[in-house]
Every structure is written in C-alpha cells, then in structure tokens.
C-alpha cells in the first residue's frame, strides 16, 4: 500500500504545512488570456496545484515559502557574475525542497528574457516555470490566484451543500442505508460500502474497485474500528521485563507508582539498590556487594494466601555459623512453613560477615524462625509475573476517526461510525476532489444515526428485562422497566423490497422506539400509547389498539391482521378498530363460551380460521385475502369452501356472516 495517511481524532500539524486555501490547477492561471503566462519549462500535467502566490527576490526563499506557492521574482536577486548553472541550480533545488509549486520570472525592469540556465535548472528539477511578460505585473498574478480560489471555494461550497440535502433526503428514504450509499457513491464518482463490526459488507452501492483496492479497504477499516478492551482474568501472571544489571554507585533508581490496590506500606518493586540503600529498603534487589549495611532486606516473592502470618518464604536449613540477622532469599512459600520465617537459607561459609545477603536453592520447613536473607549468587531469574487478584482492563490503542490510502490507482478512506458498535464506512474513488472529504463524513454521520441504537430507555433496563423474560417473568413485571403506561404494537412490512436488520432499526428509530423485531419478513415493534405512529414511507403498517402489558399478546395479534387489511387494501397505515359494538352489551364469559362453541369445528385447522377472519374482513373479496395473506386466489375458495362445509352454513348469508364476525372478534 502507498501513501497511507491516519487522520487522528486530534489534529496533528504536519509539515511542511500549505495554507487553509482550496488548490487551484496551474492550467486553470495559464488559461487567463488577461495575464498572457507562458510556461516554458518543467512538467507539463495538469497534476500541479497553486496554493498560494508570493513575491521575493531572495537569494535562498526557502525559510518563507509555506509550500505549494507560484514564486514570482524578477531576478533582482541575480547579478551577471551570479547568472551561472551553478546558481540557478542551487536556487532551484531550494525552491523545490520547500514544496514550491512553480516559478513565474517576471520579464523587464531587470532581465529582458528568462536566462537559460534558469530554465535547464527547473526542467532538471520538474519544476515549471513561467514566463510573465512586462505588462502583466504580479499583484494581476496574485489577484488572479486569489479569484480562482474564491471561485474553487464558492463551487465546492456548493457542492458539499447540494450533497447534503441529496444525502439527508436519502436517508428518509424506505430503504435508507443503501440509499445514503447509492447517493454517495453517485456524488464521489466511487464505490462506498457499509460494514458491519465483524468487517462483514452490509451493503454497497456504486461500481466496486479492483480485487487488490478491495481487499485493501477492507484491511483499513481495521485501523478505525474500535479495538475490544481486554480483562485480565484472576490469577493471571502479568509479566514483567526482567531486572536490568545493578546499576553503579550513587544511581538513581526509579520506581513505578503502586497502583490503587497497592496496600498501606508498600513502596512497589525497585532496581537492584546502591550501596547507599538505606535499611529497611523492601523493593526487589539483586546480591548486595558486601557493604550493604546490614538489615536491608531482599526480594521475596508474595507469599501463597496459605502462608501463616508473618511468613514470607520457606528456609533451609542453616549451617552452626549462620550470623543472626542473614537475609534470605526464597520462592513461593508452601502452607508449612513455620510462623515468622522470612526466606531459606543455604549454609554460608565460615568468612560470612553478620548481615550478608544469602540465597539458598533448597527449601526446606525446618529453618529456625527470624531468618531474614537470601544467598548469592542467584540461579538464572525465572520470567517475572504479578499475579492479579481481580479483573483487570487492560487499555486498548486509541484509534482514528479516519484512515486514507491509494491503492491500484484507487483513492480509499474509511470513516469509523461515531454510534461505537464498530461499523465503519468504506469509500473507494479514483481521484479525489476537494469537499470529497466533507461528503463522506456527512454520509458517516448520517450511517451513524441509522445504524446507532435509538435509546428509548437504558441499555441496562432492556437487558434486565430481556433476561426476566427469559427466566419467566410475566409481562406486567417487566413492562415496568421499559417504562410506565399502555403500550401498542405495530406490524410493518415494506412495500417493494424485503425488510432487513439495518431498514428495520431505522423504522424503530422513525416510530421513537428502540423494542424491534424482525421475524419471516415482517418488523414487530412494541411502542408507548403516548407515541402515536404515523405513516412511513414505503411501508405498510398495521397498529393495535393501547393495551396493559398483560394484554400484549392480544395486541400482536390486532397488529397483524392490521397489517394484512392494509397491505389488502394498499393503505399506509390500518389501526385495529376501538369503537363499542354490540358484543360490549353481553357479559364477557357467555360472549366467549358463544364463540368457542360456533368456531368450534374450525378448532383444529387454524389456517381457516385466519382464512375466514380476513375473508370477512375484505367483504368475501378472493384477490384482496390472497394479497393478504399471501396465497393463491383459489387457495383462499378451497379454504373457505372447506370452512363453509365444516361449520354446515352458508357463508353467503349476512346474518351468518354477521354471526361468524361476532365470533371471531371474541376468539
């Protein structure tokens, strides 16, 4: 990959830097007949871009060039003796390492014409040069820049601003992600693409790049996308370099700060200590020479939560002329090591002064209490580790906002989606415009809505209420999680294309809900009475009436036959009827007994039942109860017909019609 640039969340100045200014191309200034500029050396392609025009007549400009300027200069800085290869080489180079975009040399009062050892220097260089004749003076070329940029900004305003509203119409579309994409890819002339945290595509629009700019974008998405934060579960060793050598006399050691559990007294783990170690020093040491005073401690490791009190390690046996008072060195202590034994101990040598440190190899329970030292020389330290008692979050790398790269002539950017999930947005182009950047982050932002989570309650009262759910909780206790009041339920299914995940959380988010499901093509999503749904473009919805939460199953079966009247219908939007009818005039237990007992036939085939409710519902329309309930016309006559034979009715009489209907409301 070439060229790969991490735009990070603060900015970071680069250098050399080139004014806040859109660039203009240089074959934009020599188009000007009113300044009549002549290039006359350097590269000719319509790659180099003025940012800025500035005059000097210093020998060496380069301390006030920014970068990207048309060095305009007369050639007062030139003497005949000077007008050599040499300089004009030297001069050149200069201008070119400062990031000069071209030279314009300015004809009379000085030169008449352009010396020639100017122009081989910037034809050597590549960098062009051109010739300003007498009468065109450089604040015209100045004035001129400075017009073509207002002009380059004015158009890129207007370019930006007409993307957005494109871009914010298309996100209130039916189909809103692939729109936002389709829109972008449309206004960058490339490719952009949707993906998901697993750096799966989710959806795409625009003409794809080559296989290699592909693969290569997808690979930068991983620079924006959020790193998990890892845990250090209990128990685990952490480890640490190991001990740097003992560091000379009168070294400053230091030592990292304890962290929060660090108790009381604890002064954390330090470098091998100096000669001038104060006693009492409880840090990690190597073998002190043989002034250490005497009492300064050596590293122990932490003892087993096993270990008596006051024990730190597990002894060896000493020999008759151990000195009271030796410190020892010793490994993980094990449960029987007796109380108040500090280290373990390998029998000194007879030249042993009181106080040196020793280290002893084998343990053994049978030290006498109050020995304190190691002894040297130590074995090959084994890898050094802190066990972590609990849990610890280990900080993940900060990551960008942006990521850019050219691949295989391809322009790539991957824009991470500010709602945290790690969805990232990918756009591939094969150039790059001015404003290309603005677009694409007004595309971000928008994809970030869409695909965010719309809150309407607490990520942790959903989660507890999902899991009450699933431990058997009834309704009505955890309704009060997702809020208080009557609820409805809506059923949604689009008019054209199929329901996916990202169209169905941008309808919750347009209803004011974040309760969605997505089950066989149709969006259920549970909604507070108070947030009266309304119409949404490109679908059609079926809403139940306000129920308790002990009634929610009664309102997903409202919702659902809604829907079914109105995708029948080719209505936006069917409520569940509310009205008092004449079945509110009888008791509610003989209604429903009147009702078993004259559906009763139908009780084993629930197909004709849904098939004779929505029959009814449409007025014995065959065509209408096919669209709604998705089958063939003469599935629906069969059904019916079967329905008509098993009740022993005619299904044509009002009266039985009437009946029929009064029965199915209270089933």
Do not use: K
Not at 31 to 37: I, K, P
Not at 101 to 111: D, N, R, S
């Amino acid at each position: 990959m070439e060229g790969m640039h991490i735009v990070p969340d603060a900015p970071v100045p680069l250098a050399p830097a080139v004014p806040p200014t859109p660039p203009i191309p240089l074959s934009a200034l020599l188009a000007r007949e009113d300044l009549a500029l002549r290039r006359i050396a350097g590269p000719a392609g319509p790659d180099t871009a003025i940012h800025w025009a500035h005059t000097s007549e210093m020998a060496d400009p380069y301390p006030y060039l920014l970068g990207g300027e048309l060095l305009l200069t007369a050639g007062v800085h030139v003497t005949p003796a000077d007008a050599t290869g040499a300089y004009f080489d030297t001069y050149v180079s200069r201008v070119a390492a400062a990031g000069g975009a071209a030279i314009g040399f300015g004809l009379a009062p000085v030169h008449d014409t352009v010396p020639p050892a100017l122009v081989a220097a910037c034809e050597a260089h590549g960098l062009p040069l051109l010739e300003v004749p007498p009468q065109t003076t450089f604040s015209g070329v100045a004035r001129a820049v400075w017009q073509l940029m207002a002009q380059a900004r004015l158009a890129e305003l207007r370019r930006v601003t007409e993307a957005q509203q494109r871009l914010a119409a298309a996100a209130s579309r039916p189909d809103p992600v692939p729109s936002v994409l389709r829109q972008l890819a449309q206004r960058l002339s490339g490719w952009g693409v949707l993906y998901g945290p697993d750096g799966t595509e989710i959806a795409s629009a625009g003409r794809a790049p080559h296989e290699t700019a592909r693969q290569a974008l997808a690979h930068l998405t991983d620079v924006v996308r959020p790193a998990p934060t890892t845990m250090a579960s209990p128990g685990t060793t952490v480890r640490t370099p190991p001990p740097c050598p003992t560091p000379p006399p009168g070294t400053a050691v230091r030592t990292p700060p304890p962290s929060a559990t660090t108790p009381p007294g604890t002064t954390g783990r330090t470098a091998s200590p100096t000669p001038t170690t104060p006693p009492g020093t409880t840090g990690r040491t190597h073998p002190p020479s043989a002034t250490t005073p005497p009492g300064t401690t050596g590293r122990a490791p932490s003892p087993s939560p096993t270990t008596p009190p006051g024990t730190t390690g597990r002894t060896h046996p000493p020999s008759a002329t151990t000195p009271p008072g030796t410190t020892v060195r010793a490994p993980s202590p094990s449960p029987t090591t007796p109380p108040g034994t500090t280290g373990r101990t390998h029998p000194p040598s007879a030249t042993t002064p009181p106080g040196t440190t020793v280290r002893a190899p084998s343990p053994s329970p049978t030290t006498p209490p109050g020995t304190t030292g190691r002894t040297p020389p130590p074995s090959p330290p084994a890898p050094v580790g802190r066990p972590v008692a609990a849990a610890v979050p280990v900080a993940a790398r900060p990551v960008p906002s942006s990521a850019t790269d050219t691949v295989a002539g391809s322009h790539l950017a991957a824009y991470a989606l500010g709602a945290g999930q790690g969805f990232v947005l990918g756009v591939a182009s094969p150039h790059r415009e001015p404003g290309d950047h603005t677009i694409a982050s007004v595309a971000a932002v928008l994809l970030s809505l869409l695909t965010g989570e719309h809150r309407s309650g607490t990520g942790a009262a959903r989660s507890s209420a999902l899991v009450r759910v699933l431990l058997g909780a009834p309704p009505e206790e955890v309704a009060p999680l997702l809020g208080t009041g009557r609820w409805v339920v809506v059923h949604a299914r689009p008019d054209t294309q199929a329901a996916d995940a990202v169209a169905a959380s941008a309808l919750g988010a347009a209803l004011g809900s974040a309760l969605v499901d997505l089950a066989d093509g149709v969006v259920r999503v549970l909604l507070p009475a108070e947030r009266e749904p309304g119409p949404q473009p490109g679908w059609a919805l079926g809403v139940s009436t306000a129920v308790g939460p002990g009634d929610w199953t009664t309102a997903d079966a409202q919702a659902a036959r809604a829907l079914a009247r109105a995708r029948a219908t080719r209505t936006a939007l069917v409520g569940h009827g509310t009205r008092p009818g004449l079945a509110d005039l009888l008791p509610r237990d003989e209604a429903d007994a009147h009702a078993q007992a004259l559906l009763a036939p139908l009780g084993a085939a629930p197909a004709l039942t849904e098939t004779l409710r929505t029959w009814l519902s449409l007025h014995g329309s065959w065509d209408r109860t096919a669209v709604a309930l998705s089958v063939h016309r003469n599935t629906v006559r069969q059904r019916i017909a079967r329905c008509a034979a098993l009740l022993g009715t005619d299904l044509d009489d009002p009266d039985v019609r009437m009946e029929l209907w009064f029965a199915l409301r209270r089933a």
